[in-house]
Nanobody, 124 residues
Framework: VQLQASGGGLVQTGGSLRLSCAAS?????????VGWFRQGPGKEREFVAG????????GYADSVKGRFTISRDRSTNTVYLNMNSLHPEDTAVYYC?????????????????WGQGTLVTVSS
């Protein structure tokens, strides 16, 4: 496993979770953009948040702006997704992915390494 996503679980509406994405090899994401995507029940995979190689640039889907924050710790080669004010609509399997280049993209085709996913369930 080259990318390991973790931190998912069951939370009530309004709750918070922090997802982590760790790379098994430093070179895998140290100079790459990283994105978080999610796939809800019966839905297509969608972009959630992304961060550039040095953390200088971030982007979010409109549905999560103001509630989710992406960050990275280059010393530990880990990318985080802090999720607050969770809604049942946020229920999904969340995936982290390493981009081919230094910057994130909203297009999943720009990523060539994917983690296995972590399930987030928000109860109403």
């Amino acid at each position: 496993v080259q990318l390991q996503a973790s931190g998912g679980g069951l939370v009530q509406t309004g709750g918070s979770l922090r997802l982590s994405c760790a790379a098994s090899r430093r070179t895998l994401i140290s100079n790459n953009g990283v994105g978080w995507f999610r796939q809800g029940p019966g839905k297509e995979r969608e972009f959630v948040a992304g961060i550039s190689w040095n953390g200088g640039g971030t982007g979010y889907a409109d549905s999560v702006k103001g509630r989710f924050t992406i960050s990275r710790d280059r010393s530990t080669n880990t990318v985080y997704l802090n999720m607050n004010s969770l809604h049942p609509e946020d229920t999904a399997v969340y995936y982290c992915a390493a981009a081919r280049g230094a910057y994130y993209s909203t297009n999943s085709q720009a990523y060539n390494y994917w983690g296995q996913g972590t399930l987030v369930t928000v109860s109403s």
